[in-house]
Nanobody
Framework: QLQLVESGGGLVEPGGSLRLSCVAS????????????VGWFRQAPGKEREGASC???????DYADSVKGRFTISRDTRKNTVYLEMHGLKPEDTGVYYC???????????????????WGQGTQVTVSS
């Protein structure tokens, strides 16, 4: 069964950078992570989970307006890993960051809506001085 594990979170000062990783494992067929669209979501205390970014199986990407120009999503198919590079971090970026995946081969489309079938456990990102 597909499992997603996030890492790379931590405490960073405003203006700082972090790189989050989402490693997938447990594939039961030849359809590895490259056949899945992947999204990064975040949830601040007391707020609803919101989409930050996503990447399709053909490399298409999308970003929430709040992170455009600061966050970059990418994937390494050999490592079954999706990354979220975050720069210019702000206190409002604080929250638990989750990656999520859904099987969607050969599609240029991804979504930052929480319509994914598999979710990781999350990694905490705190932006504070």
């Amino acid at each position: 069964q597909l499992q997603l594990v996030e890492s790379g979170g931590g405490l960073v000062e405003p203006g700082g950078s972090l790189r989050l990783s989402c490693v997938a494992s447990g594939f039961t067929s030849a359809y590895t992570l490259q056949y899945y669209m992947v999204g990064w979501f975040r949830q601040a205390p007391g707020k609803e989970r919101e989409g930050a970014s996503c990447i399709s199986t053909t490399g298409g990407t999308d970003y929430a307006d709040s992170v455009k120009g600061r966050f970059t999503i990418s994937r390494d198919t050999r490592k079954n890993t999706v990354y979220l590079e975050m720069h210019g971090l702000k206190p409002e970026d604080t929250g638990v960051y989750y990656c999520a995946a859904s099987f969607n081969p050969r599609s240029p489309i991804c979504t930052i809506l929480p319509r994914y079938t598999k979710w990781g456990q999350g990694t905490q990102v705190t932006v504070s001085s």
